[in-house]
């Protein structure tokens, strides 16, 4: 009787398709935003989540708040050492200093960011050379004039490619000259450094040709494998508050908790929409229970009759509900295409990864099924209810 | 036809419609034998209350007084769920109107009293392609009831209400919307069926039906007033 019921059921909204694409479509707008939300929602988790682990999910970040502050002259070069002491589960800690400057190769020329770096830099930021080499400790030890490109600025200097063993120059306040050692991978740019943009120096060449250094400008610390990156920059925070008792004058901030804020903002706005969703789908839901209670008043003679055939109070009931169930279920699996599609056009062009959520699928049509229950229960009811001899003599 | 016991037992019943305010006395006291077998015409003017009569013989209502015994059941108290049943196994309709499902095939129709008794889905075509054989309509099991003349909706209303097969008939101005000729060959066929062994009860004013009949009960005002 349960195949026949929803065989009547497509019968019946086939014999009345503008209605029933009307009654339903309540329930496909709701749906389709219900699943372009959570769609959307998960795609733009998945990107960040992509783009956060890119960065290097296991680096912190430690910055100076303020000038002059208490936590500004704690940014020597040796606060490195002290961090490594004090704090467990930190790797490395490298001193970022790096300064805007002119760069000339022959007639080529290019503005970047030179940065003072020890040997530990690659390692920590998982940054990988192209072709030569990077600084090594023995270039820093012994101030060696050299430098490693990143990859735009060894584009821009040598259109031509093959920068390994040139010259070029470096200009601050005069021309210095420096041997390009190697040139780096591109890499996407990350905690605040563009490091395709950028060129390298051993850091004791840094402060004694191009920049003298006093304070770092930031620490960027690598965790020991199997760390947990939020509890060391936790204890980071504690340790950094032990020194300077003003919780203001520094800021530790590692991919870890920008992901956690973002996943944050996500989920709050998926509230949110979800919100609305439901909203739509209840509006849905009355516009369902309204054409079943027009469909039970105008087939009352066919209620009738299955009755005088011997169909029981339940049964009736039963066919009243498996119709509304269908149509609502129905409106569901339009609203679920829908949705899939459009929320696929959206994150092709915001070029998100599309990362649909099928818990949210079946979520999506258990919930169209429900409101169904839920909205042909009382028109059903209504149905079951009808006295056998006034609905057979209804005109 | 030998009657062999009485099948439907009707003591003292009286049923009251209420109308806005008014009460309208439908029956006031009908007591009624009819034995197994039996071809019964039931006759009156419209008003009289023979269609009221039907309904409570069909279980499709209660009496307001009285007692109705269907084999010996008393069916006068029963709730919905227990009529539905009783309609479903002991009974088939033949109304003026045909009521057939106008969305589904005769075939299909004809299949849904078998559905409410819960008969398995091959048997019940089966069920249903022999009754629309037996009233001559094998070749139009697909065919929706728009598109049958009067004459073979009637006869895809009778097979529905043979196909459970049921030991009382109750047709109500069964000839009503047909022509004298469909309307007789319409009725040759209850005479069939009532040749089968079925207790066949025709609500009509129609004086060819009470021909037929070897009983007929008048009624008028909602009381016997002869059986002949």
Partial sequence: MFFENIKLAFKDFGSNKLRTFLSILGIVIGVASIITITTLGRSATVSIQNQVSSMGLETINIFPRGNDSEARRLFTPELAGKLKDNVEGIKDAVPINQTPMLLKHGRDSYQANVMAVTDDFTDVFDYEVESGGFITEDDNARRKSVVVLGAEAASKLFPGGDAVGKYIRIYRKQAKSFRVIGVMKTRTASMRMDFDAAVYVPRNTYNQRLKRIRRVRNYVVGTEKGADVLVVSGKIEAYLFKLTGDADSYRVISPATIAGIYTGITKTLNLFLTGIAAISLLVGGIGIMNIMLVSVAERTREIGIRKALGATPKVIRGQFLIEAVVLTLFGGLIGISFGTGLSYIITVFLKWLFAPQFSAFLLAVLFSGGVGIFFGLYPAIQASGLQPVEALTYE | ?228
Avoid: W
């Avoid at chain 2, 319409?186 to 069939?192: A, D, G, P, Q, V």
């Fill in chain 2, 1 to 228: 036809m030998t009657a062999s016991g009485t099948i439907i037992k009707i003591a003292d019943v009286k049923k009251d419609y209420i109308l806005g305010k008014a009460v309208i006395k439908a029956l006031r006291g009908v007591t009624l034998k009819i034995q197994s077998g039996e071809l019964l015409a039931i006759m009156g003017p419209s008003g009289s209350g023979k269609t009221t009569l039907m309904h409570l013989i069909g279980c499709l209502d209660i009496p307001t007084s009285g007692k109705i015994y269907l084999e010996g059941e008393d069916v006068s108290e029963l709730n919905e769920e227990a009529l539905a049943r009783i309609r479903n196994r002991k009974v088939g309709f033949v109304f003026q109107q045909f009521n057939l499902l106008s969305r589904i095939s005769i075939l299909e129709n004809v299949m849904t009293p078998l559905m409410y008794a819960h008969v398995p889905v091959k048997k019940r075509r089966e069920s249903a392609e022999e009754a629309l054989k037996s009233v001559g309509l094998s070749d139009r099991l697909t065919h929706r009831p728009t598109e049958l003349s009067g004459g073979q909706r009637q006869r895809v209303a009778i097979a529905r209400a043979l196909v459970t097969d049921p030991s009382i008939i109750l047709a109500d101005e069964p000839t009503g919307n047909l022509d004298t000729e469909t309307g007789r060959s319409i009725l040759e066929m209850f005479n069939k069926i009532n040749g089968n062994g079925k207790t066949v009860i025709i609500v009509t004013h129609d004086p060819e039906v009470g021909a037929l009949a070897r009983k007929t009960v008048h009624i008028r005002d909602g009381i016997i007033t002869g059986i002949d």
